[in-house]
């Protein structure tokens, strides 16, 4: 397993971390991060933190954990039906600090926010099962916040008690609890058990004093309520790069503060690659489970131009002409906030934009391979969608760009 700042060492033995000495003001932060094309530590900024960010990549997750993507989706993919239970130790690798947010480095990304956000922290709630989950934090003064919580395991458990339940935030986790924090499972599950499934070995965990265990690897532990209080939170750039709006969400109180020796805070930037890839990967086990049984399925990706949440390209070798459209479905049914599938060979890479664009153009003919799923559940992240009484209504599409078996396959090959 891998602690945060191991994953980094690991990232900068690989030449794959950019390390930055000097000193760099909050202000100026977000502008470092967006021009780095590596991961980045900065190890003087003005507070008792160093700030890392550009970490949750493909390229970098490949790195951290050795694997080629294939494999690493087949290990998620294998421990959501592979859970192994995490441990709680008697260990408290933490030290306490002033509980005042504005000691830490929470940054302010564009000039639009409202104020500085809070974006990497994954909550943890204990209900009938721990939930593992990131919501975004608006801190607002010392110890008050507005955090936007998505109806979904967190917000369940909040409303079953009253809207008033004790949290542990953590920020700068093991890669692996990392994405397993963003994947959003049908039933209630235990991340932490997920992420023990990828390893083949259980996660480590610490009770807090609040009664809530998070695992011993996080940087950073906030300790607070969510509380029936309301308060504004937003506009805030989402992952398609436009404004969510605004809303009265949950206001969150901090108590406590914890954090390991020499902590690395994780601030990631929203709207950008790493913001849609994090949510994204989330989203990808769930659809490669599916389409695997379904499917001789080669390689799926969401890419930076369907925002990691909106687009799928998948691969796979075909042995019907009926089979991308299967494939298409599950997928839409697998991602409920999928808007566009492509489907397509095995000998193109989807990872590519160029042969992904050059097969739609000479192997995809609309009036027969185009599907078309009008006023569907959509997302709320989507500009152009319609509003809905759930979620907004959209016009979902399939793209079968696949040769027809009935072809001769000869006529469809790249020469150069």
Request: charged share 30%.
């Amino acid at each position: 397993m891998y602690g945060f700042k191991q994953a980094l060492e690991k990232l900068e033995s690989k030449q794959k971390l950019h390390r930055v000495k000097e000193h760099v003001s909050l202000e100026d932060v977000p502008r470092r991060i967006i021009r780095s094309d590596k991961a980045i530590l900065l190890e003087t900024t003005g507070t008792d933190y160093q700030i890392a960010s550009n970490v949750c990549t493909r390229e970098n997750f490949c790195t951290i954990f050795d694997m080629e993507w294939k494999e690493l989706q087949d290990r998620v993919a294998n421990a959501l039906d592979n859970p192994i239970d995490p441990v709680l130790v008697d260990a408290q690798p933490f030290e306490e600090v002033k509980p005042d947010l504005r000691k830490l480095p929470v940054l302010k990304y564009y000039d639009s926010d409202p104020g500085p956000y809070i974006t990497s922290g994954v909550f943890v709630t204990e209900c009938e099962k721990r939930n593992l989950s990131y919501h975004r934090i608006l801190v607002r003064g010392r110890d008050t916040c507005t955090t936007r919580i998505c109806h979904r395991h967190t917000w369940d458990c909040y409303v079953r008690n009253n809207k008033n339940i004790d949290v542990a935030i953590c920020i700068g986790l093991d890669p692996a609890l990392l994405f397993a924090a963003a994947i959003s499972t049908k039933e209630p599950m235990d991340e932490t058990g997920i992420a023990g499934g990828f390893y083949g070995q259980a996660v480590r965990m610490a009770r807090m004093e609040n009664g809530i265990s998070v695992p011993l690897s996080a940087e950073i532990v906030l300790l607070g309520k969510l509380t029936p209080e309301e308060g504004e939170e937003g506009p805030f750039v989402d992952i398609t790069g436009t404004y969510d709006i605004v809303r009265q969400q949950p206001v969150l109180k901090i108590t406590k503060i914890l954090r390991q020796k020499n902590p690395v805070y994780y601030a990631l930037i929203p709207g950008r690659g790493e913001h849609s890839f994090l949510m994204g990967f989330g989203k990808l086990p769930l659809i490669y489970k599916e389409l695997k049984r379904i499917c001789n399925l080669k390689d799926l990706a969401f890419t930076d131009g369907g925002i990691n949440w909106l687009g799928c390209s998948v691969s796979i070798e075909k042995r019907s002409d009926d089979e991308p459209k299967r494939v298409i479905e599950t997928a839409l049914e697998a991602h409920k906030s999928l808007k566009h599938v492509y489907v397509f060979d095995d000998d193109i890479d989807i990872s590519d934009p160029e042969d992904r664009f050059w097969a739609l153009t000479t192997r995809f003919q609309a009036d027969k391979d185009l599907y078309t799923y009008p006023d569907s559940p959509g997302s709320s992240l989507d500009p152009s969608s319609e509003p809905g009484e759930d979620r907004r209504r959209t016009c979902k599409t399939g793209f079968d760009c696949t040769i027809p078996l009935s072809k001769e396959r000869m006529d469809f090959k790249k020469v150069i």
